[in-house]
């Protein structure tokens, strides 16, 4: 969401010529919500080049230590 935040920003200021600090700030407080909703809202992305997380990854990603060896020498 960053990305078309800033597109937004860019036009605006672009076509409007007004200044740049208070899109800039608007922008930047946009961000901080992006980021405190992205603690509750978590995009499940497609695995496009066949880059599928592993089980030892996964295992380790949970935090769980014995599950990611197990899981590891299962792997290979």
Do not use: K
């Not at 920003?9 to 608007?26: D, E, F, K, Q």
């Not at 695995?47 to 990603?61: C, H, K, M, Y």
Request: no cysteine; glycine share 10%.
């Amino acid at each position: 969401m960053s990305l078309p935040t800033a597109v937004v920003v860019g036009l605006l200021v672009y076509r409007t010529r007004a200044g740049i600090l208070v899109p800039s700030i608007v922008a930047l407080l946009l961000l901080y919500v992006y980021i405190w909703l992205g603690q509750f809202i978590q995009p499940q992305l497609p695995d496009f080049f066949g880059f599928a997380p592993t089980a030892a990854q996964l295992a380790a990603a949970g935090g769980d230590p014995v599950a990611a060896q197990a899981a590891a020498t299962t792997d290979g």
